[in-house]
């Protein structure tokens, strides 16, 4: 009986080869979803002063930039069965075309209710653009060397793009809250040129793996359930510290108004965060069940660093350094743990349901750790609660995943 995992289709000739241009694109398109999160926070205070006065505008307000998340965790696994039926290139221009009116609307909106539908627009959107593009990277680059480098280059160009559009917000943020919304029509020029350089990957390339003729193409829960799950709780601990960083710092006695230590921070950490994604490319060799209980090692040494620190500015940075190198290795490792091994053809549709369980924990990481602040009555401390779960899923999965060996597909 054939490998389901091996099979191939029938004899053809070898896809378009993809070059450094094509990833390059593919990454930029990666980093709109993070634009939607991050462009608009700094405006968030004239928001709130502009809206104050409605009711629930204390509630609804944070929504504008967290809602596109929870719209990327409901819609991705629609947007993975449209890439696998229909195909990734089209589903991603129209995407980026849709992405860019709707992220620039509220540019021209003076009214909160339309300029959170607008968010919800863009959330769906960000939904396809990334399913489709982390697909597509997958797809075009089948080599494990350059497939891994370009996954690693993925959060790297995500991380890296973050800071740039938090200080491309609050710089536009100056001319009225209205402005750094514009900064989305960006996705237009990018639409053009995907819409001229990119194309489907073949569904008859001999060089991808494919599934057997009249098989049935379905969700493999079997090899993703668990990759999934874990990938659920890395979203809540990836964000953690890039949300939480400005209060541990103000915590250790530095004033609000001091945004030149707190982005310093934030900026350090950012950048190991990168560093840490850089490195995966060198390291994948290794495999997940080496690799994922370093990486959430790292975070975890790195969230007790900063509870035992308690109000030390200098600890609170070193633990931060430290749990996001671990962030920044996690990662790639989860989306090519996931995704590289499955066929053409279940492709899509997983990288859907990866994202979903991603960008769910994202959505619930402020949830979560204000109860978990609540419940233990102090920031580090919760900071260290996660920090001990995830060296409890270190130890879990370095055991988990050495007993599945057979199972477990390499990175490579």
């Not at 419940?375 to 401390?381: F, M, R, S």
């Amino acid at each position: 009986m054939a490998n389901p995992i091996t099979e191939t289709a029938p004899a053809a000739a070898q896809s378009r080869r993809a070059t450094g241009w094509q990833a390059a694109l593919l990454l930029a398109g990666s980093c709109m979803p993070v634009m939607g999160s991050v462009l608009i926070t700094p405006i968030l205070p004239q928001l709130s002063e502009h809206f104050g006065a409605q009711p629930g505008a204390d509630v609804l307000v944070p929504m504008i930039v967290a809602i596109p998340a929870l719209m990327i965790a409901i819609f991705a696994p629609f947007a993975g069965q449209i890439v696998d039926r229909l195909g990734r290139r089209t589903l991603l221009v129209v995407a980026m075309v849709a992405y860019a009116l709707a992220g620039t609307a509220p540019a021209l909106l003076d009214d909160l209710q339309a300029i959170l539908a607008s968010r919800v627009l863009v959330g769906v959107c960000e939904a396809a653009i990334m399913t489709a593009c982390t697909t597509l990277i997958v797809d075009y680059f089948h080599d494990p060397e350059r497939r891994n480098r370009y996954l690693g280059l993925q959060t790297v160009a995500t991380t890296l793009g973050a800071t740039v559009f938090i200080a491309i917000g609050g710089a536009l943020g100056v001319g009225g809250w209205h402005t750094p919304f514009w900064v989305y029509s960006i996705a237009i020029v990018l639409a053009v040129l995907m819409a001229v350089s990119l194309w489907e990957p073949s569904r008859t390339d001999s060089t991808d793996t494919h599934v057997a003729a009249g098989e049935k193409v379905r969700v493999p829960w079997s090899r993703i359930a668990f990759p999934l799950a874990v990938t659920l709780f890395g979203g809540f601990s990836f964000y953690v510290l890039i949300i939480e960083a400005s209060y541990l710092v103000v915590g250790t006695g530095v004033a609000p108004e001091d945004t030149g230590k707190i982005g310093m921070v934030s900026a350090i950490a950012s950048l190991a965060t990168a560093v840490g994604a850089f490195t995966f490319a060198r390291v994948a060799r290794l495999q997940p069940k080496r690799l994922l209980p370093v990486a959430f090692g790292l975070q975890a040494a790195g969230m007790l660093v900063i509870w035992a620190a308690g109000t030390s500015f200098a600890g609170v940075g070193v633990g931060a350094v430290i749990a996001s190198a671990g962030s920044g290795l996690l990662l790639p490792t989860l989306v090519t743990w996931t995704i590289a091994p499955l066929r053409f053809e279940e492709r899509g549709r997983s990288t859907g349901w990866w994202n979903s369980a991603f960008f769910l924990g994202q959505f619930l990481t402020p949830l979560l750790m204000t109860g978990l602040s609540n419940a233990t009555g102090a920031l580090t401390v919760a900071v260290g609660a996660v920090g001990v779960i995830a060296a409890v899923m270190a130890v879990g999965l370095g055991i988990a995943l050495r007993r599945q060996e057979p199972a477990v597909s390499a990175i490579a």
